[in-house]
């Protein structure tokens, strides 16, 4: 399903949902971030996805992280919590949800990085390299946080 992200655009459509969601912020030993390529916007992205009945929102976080990555991850810590009213996703089928994301720091613990259907580009990408990649303002935000290894939670 296609996917357009709207931040701060007046001719917007009408939020129709909010879905409790998560992305993952994933370092391996040399400090690299584990990204993703979606494969229904083409941006680069930290790995994750809407939380499933019977699930907690930590387990939502290490389930999409394998499914998109193919790595598995413990969650160790809260990056933040992102909440922007004015960033919107419409979906090809018509749904338009308000941003809610909750973006925990994770520790890998197996798994080789593997594209999905998700994903058609899974690397671990150094800090450096992540301002010449195309990634959407708000997932840019949750990244440089991530990286800032802030002492409190990022709550906005």
């Known amino acids: 399903m296609a996917r357009i992200e709207h931040i701060n655009n007046h001719e917007a459509p009408r939020p129709t949902a ?3 969601a ?3 912020f994933i370092q391996d030993d040399s400090a690299r971030v584990l990204l ?8 680069w992205a930290l790995p994750g996805g809407g939380q499933d009945f019977g ?3 930590a387990e939502t976080a290490v389930r999409e992280t394998k499914e998109e990555t193919g790595v598995d991850v413990e969650v160790i810590s809260l990056v933040g919590i ?3 009213p004015r960033h919107l996703v419409e979906y090809s089928d018509g749904e338009v949800r308000q941003q809610f994301s909750i973006c925990f720091r994770c520790r890998p613990i197996d798994g080789t990085p593997t594209r999905s259907s998700e994903s058609v580009d899974v690397r671990w990408i ?4 992540v ?3 195309s ?3 708000s997932m840019r935000l949750r990244i440089e946080h991530g990286f800032q290894h802030r002492p409190e939670p990022y709550i906005g």
């Open 82 to 84: 992102y909440t922007d």
């Open 18 to 20: 909010i879905v409790p």
């Open 135 to 137: 990634i959407n303002p």
């Open 22 to 24: 998560t992305t993952a």
């Open 36 to 43: 993703i390529q979606r494969s229904d916007n083409g941006l």
């Open 126 to 129: 150094d800090h450096s390299k």
């Open 131 to 133: 301002n010449s990649l």
């Open 55 to 57: 699930e907690s929102i």
